[in-house]
């Protein structure tokens, strides 16, 4: 199946159902989605939005974020929108390179690699993360997730929506990459360029730019190793951390599979 959908001003939007699980039953499509931002939609694309019955929209961007580029909504918005005004104990992204006098692959591969180690246990994520199971045990239709670029915020609570659901680590992992679509990438760096020198004036070399739009495997495998650090597995973490007990992946089980 083809899993990004073509918006006009909403990257990385696809569905992250369908896969195959342990249970025997396979995700079922047309109520897991994740995208970019939504702040650059066009009217079409929120009518689309509109039509695909989306009852929950899970905006993980910071504050700040959401301030600097609100997200667009359909006429007659009714869906129920999750997200947070925690304050992180780590700087926004374009705050942190305005203390660099040049931006580097090596930089950018470096940041994610401390993000993931970090995302697990931020307070901020671990509200959001837990506020999206509960909804998506009990929710009332598709739900979308969406950080800033829809990629790693995103990708983590996406994984861990794989890990619950029963999907193998590798076709896990093949969803988490699916952001590596080359034109789609090239897209997103002529975007982020501009973006970067306007935020903090430098100018970014696209090998940087590349690095800096997409996803690594290191990234995710970083997050789960950090969780098999300090609680021995994701479903410890699952359960300790983000509620998700038996009684809940129950729930989870009976929405989201087929």
Request: aromatic share 10%; charged share 30%.
């Amino acid at each position: 199946m083809s899993r990004h959908i073509d918006f006009d001003g909403i990257e990385n939007f696809r569905d992250f159902g369908g896969y195959d699980t342990r249970h025997g039953r396979p995700l079922k499509t047309g109520l897991l989605y994740r995208s970019a931002n939504h702040a650059y939609a066009s009217e079409a694309d929120l009518a689309r939005m509109r039509e695909m019955g989306l009852a929950t929209i899970v905006d993980l961007r910071r504050s700040e974020e959401r301030t600097r580029e609100p997200n667009r909504r359909w006429a007659g918005f009714e869906a129920q929108v999750i997200e947070n005004d925690i304050v992180s104990d780590h700087a926004d992204w374009a705050v942190i390179m305005k203390d660099l006098t040049e931006i580097t692959p090596q930089w950018f591969y470096d940041d994610g690699i401390g993000y993931y180690r970090r995302a697990p246990y931020e307070p901020r994520h671990i509200d959001l993360y837990s506020r999206y199971f509960r909804e998506l045990a009990h929710g009332r239709g598709p739900i979308v997730v969406h950080c800033a670029a829809g990629k790693d915020r995103t990708g983590l609570i996406c994984a861990l929506t794989h890990h619950v659901a029963g999907v193998s680590h590798d076709d896990m992992m093949a969803d988490y990459l699916l952001t590596n679509d080359e034109a789609r990438l090239a897209r997103k760096m002529d975007f982020l360029g501009p973006w970067i020198e306007k935020q903090v004036g430098l100018v970014a070399p696209r090998e940087a730019l590349k690095v800096a739009v997409s996803v690594n495997a290191d990234y995710l495998e970083t997050a789960f190793a950090t969780i098999e650090d300090r609680h021995g597995g994701l479903d410890a973490y699952l359960e300790d951390v983000l509620g998700v007990d038996e009684t809940m992946r129950e729930r989870l089980h009976a929405r989201l599979l087929a």
